[in-house]
Structure formats: C-alpha cells, structure tokens
C-alpha cells in the first residue's frame, strides 16, 4: 500500500511541475514581457529590434568580449570581430520571446540569447567593425516599447 502510495505521489509531483514548467514558456503576451527579437535590413542599415509589451525596462547596452556563455554554463559562438551585448530589465520573464534572425545581413554576424531569468534576458550581437554600429532608439506605439539597434552595411 505505501509502495502505491508513492508511486502516486511521485508521478502527481511530476505532472504537476510538467503542467507549470508548459505553462510557464508560452508566448510573451504580459504587459513587460519581449515579444519579440528581430533581424532586418533597409537601405544602408542592419537593425535589431526588440519589441516589449506595454512595460519600460531599464535597457543597457555596451560593449562585450568573449568568451560568451548562456544562463546554463553552454559556450556560444557568437562570431564577429565586435559585439554588443543588450540586457533588459525589469521584464515579465517566464514566456518564449519569438525570434526571428532569418535576413540576410553583412554587418550583422550573429545573435543569441546569453540570459533569460529573474526579470531580465539579454542577448549579445556580433558585427563586423566597431565602426559600424549608429546608435539605438527607443520609441512607444501605444502599448508597444520597440527599442532598435542600428548597424551601418
């Protein structure tokens, strides 16, 4: 009966941290949370543009060396021959940020997800030349922060 018992116990205990661990990694739709990370070229310029649900995180970005590594300790090959890393605080952090990084771009040479805990994500950008990066924007759309970065091609 004990054995029984446990064994019960045991497989609720796992359905119940499956069912919150499913919940947990839906789509960012929370005011705060990052819908969105996205890759695009237009004319003479690469961007990266962050879009954030109805929230103002604190958003620093600066400059950044390998080695990288994500939040579990993995290496990441992030190439370039420069790097910026964006960290957003503040943010609604327990959903998946749907990422798009498909254009083709010259200057931009890659881009990865280094955290994501805690009420805050961060990413690193790899790019061809420090000379190449303009700046970043910051701009609201209703309940839309959208926060571009902006390379020089």
């Known amino acids: ?3 029984h018992l446990l064994t019960l116990l045991s497989v609720a205990s796992v359905l119940l941290v499956l069912s919150i661990a499913a919940s947990a990694q839906g789509p960012c739709k929370d ?20 879009l954030i649900n109805d929230g103002e995180p604190e ?10 590594e994500d939040y579990g300790g993995k ?3 992030i190439p370039g021959k420069a790097w910026k890393e964006v960290l957003l605080r503040g943010i609604f952090w327990t ?6 990084f498909g254009a083709q771009t010259r200057t931009i040479t890659g881009i990865k997800q280094t955290e994501q805990f805690e009420g ?6 790899g790019y061809s030349a420090k000379a ?3 700046g970043q924007t910051n701009t ?7 926060i571009v970065l902006k390379f020089r091609r």
Do not use: D
Request: proline share 5%; with cysteine; charged share 25%.
């Open 1 to 3: 009966m004990k054995k």
């Open 120 to 125: 805050q994500a961060s990413y690193v950008i």
């Open 75 to 77: 290496h990441l090959r």
């Open 132 to 134: 190449k990066y303009v």
């Open 59 to 68: 958003v620093t970005v600066s400059n950044a060396k390998p080695p990288f």
């Open 95 to 100: 959903c998946t940020i749907k990422e798009n």
């Open 140 to 146: 609201v759309s209703g309940k839309t922060r959208k």
């Open 31 to 50: 005011p705060g949370s990052i819908r969105s990370v996205t890759k695009a070229r237009s004319g003479s310029f690469e961007t990266v543009t962050f």
